[in-house]
């Protein structure tokens, strides 16, 4: 299998310019390193209907192209079942049953850092799990050996990150996020993974996961965010930042596309245009602040 980047976009809406940003970035790793490049629908969770044909839509008026079909994770189930099949039976996971409010009401262990899961279900026996199975569904949690993890990220370095007992597969059944971007990364035989920096810290409980399964770990790229004018992540009450709110304000898909690419430091034009003088070394390595967000007075 070639190698490849991939664009994975969650279903919940319409995408907005931080997310065709990261799209424009993505596609402009995988192609100038000669690598296929992969659509993928992230569909698990938050999918609202017609929101993919959307996404595809505005991703191909901004010129971003892909190769073959778009997968979908919803279609994806007995590949999830399997690797948690697989790490329970080497006695990597644990059924969990707290809530979110008993997470977060439990003492942390000493020395786990903030927001990992304090190991409340880690050393239930049999009999303790048999009777919390009659009061709510389990969850399932990998049982991790280690507390932190290092990745290396073309634009960050190396990057050290807090290792918990995520969760694998949530107690509603839903495959959880970290599970299915490792199998579907690797199953996809995508070797460059280009997102946004937000995810970075979920990042290494990924690369250790895939450590786990045996799976080579891709090259990663987390790249800036767009944010508001108040220094906030882009989201849709920041007023026009979607294509066709954009659109009904006069700036057409093209438009928007040598927006962003200016906010790179590339060239306006069709993609290929910029993909000719792309360089990662050179790219703005702080967020950026949408311009359609400067409230009059600010
Ligand atoms: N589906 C995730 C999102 O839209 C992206 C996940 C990823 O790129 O790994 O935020």
């Known amino acids: 299998m070639t190698s490849a980047g ?15 940003r ?7 790793f995988a192609r100038s390193t000669g690598r296929r490049f992969l659509m993928r629908v992230e569909d698990l969770d938050r999918a609202r209907a017609g929101a993919e044909a959307e996404q595809l839509r505005d991703l191909a008026a901004i010129g971003v192209t892909w190769d073959g079909g778009v997968v979908r994770q919803t279609e994806r189930g007995p590949l999830y079942t399997e690797t948690v ?16 409010r008993e997470i977060q009401e439990a003492p942390s262990a000493p020395h786990a850092p903030q927001g990992a899961y304090p190991g409340t279900c880690r050393n239930l026996d049999q009999a303790e799990i048999e009777f919390k199975r009659t009061i709510r569904p389990a969850a399932v949690r990998l049982r991790a050996a280690v507390a932190d993890w290092t990745v290396h990220d073309l ?7 807090v290792v918990d007992d995520f969760v694998l597969r949530r107690n509603d059944g839903v495959t959880a996020y970290n599970l299915a ?6 199953a996809q035989g995508i070797d ?29 790229a987390h790249v800036p965010l767009v944010v508001n004018s108040d220094g906030v992540r ?23 596309r040598d ?5 790179l430091g590339l060239p306006a034009g069709p993609l290929p245009t910029a993909l000719a003088v792309f360089d990662p070394a050179r790219l703005p390595r702080d967020a950026w602040v949408w311009p359609g967000t400067v409230r009059a007075g600010a």
């Open 85 to 100: 099949r697989r790490l329970a039976a080497a006695g990597l996971t644990y059924e969990c049953f707290c809530t979110r």
């Open 259 to 263: 927006i962003i690419l200016d906010s």
């Open 155 to 161: 634009l960050h370095g190396t990057y050290t990150g």
């Open 181 to 186: 971007v490792v199998v579907d990364d690797a």
């Open 234 to 256: 882009l989201a849709k009450r920041d007023g026009a930042v979607t294509l066709s709110d954009l659109a009904a304000a006069g700036l057409d898909a093209g438009r928007v």
């Open 6 to 20: 991939r664009f994975a976009p969650s279903p919940s809406g319409e995408l907005h310019v931080g997310n065709l």
């Open 22 to 28: 990261t799209a424009i970035l993505a596609w402009l």
């Open 192 to 220: 460059q993974v280009v997102r946004g920096d937000d995810l970075l810290a979920s990042t290494p409980r990924q690369a250790y996961l895939a450590s786990l399964l045996h799976i080579p770990v891709p090259e990663y």
